[in-house]
């Protein structure tokens, strides 16, 4: 499922990425994906967005910023609210800085949500 993602989300001469044709946006790219009896997949089309962010700083404070579990809520929308904490990780390579975090997300605020 990881490897569709991800070859979902890379350039190739099958996903090819399109600007957005609006004023405003031009940073921005979209692909469209259309899952046909694809194991794993749900049949249908998908529209991916991305944007391009240019950041003034060396490319090792903004690993070391997007790397940090105390400030992973400050640019992961899925854990804005939540304590982040890593409980454990895995090398990729001989670097200690390539590695994998496992995470573990606690929830701060309690909702209850009915539907």
Request: contains cysteine.
């Amino acid at each position: 499922m990881m490897r569709k993602f991800w070859a979902n989300l890379s350039d190739s001469a099958e996903n090819i990425w399109r600007p957005v044709p609006l004023k405003g946006a031009e940073n921005v790219l979209a692909m469209i994906i259309n899952a046909e009896d694809e194991e794993g997949q749900p049949p249908g089309t998908s529209i991916v967005i991305a944007t391009k962010v240019w950041v003034l700083t060396s490319l090792t404070r903004v690993f070391d910023f997007l790397n940090n579990e105390g400030t992973r809520n400050r640019w992961d929308i899925l854990t804005y609210g939540h304590h982040v904490r890593e409980t454990g990780y895995i090398d990729n390579g001989c670097d200690h800085g390539n590695r994998f975090p496992i995470l573990e997300v606690k929830a701060l605020i309690h909702v209850t949500m009915a539907f």
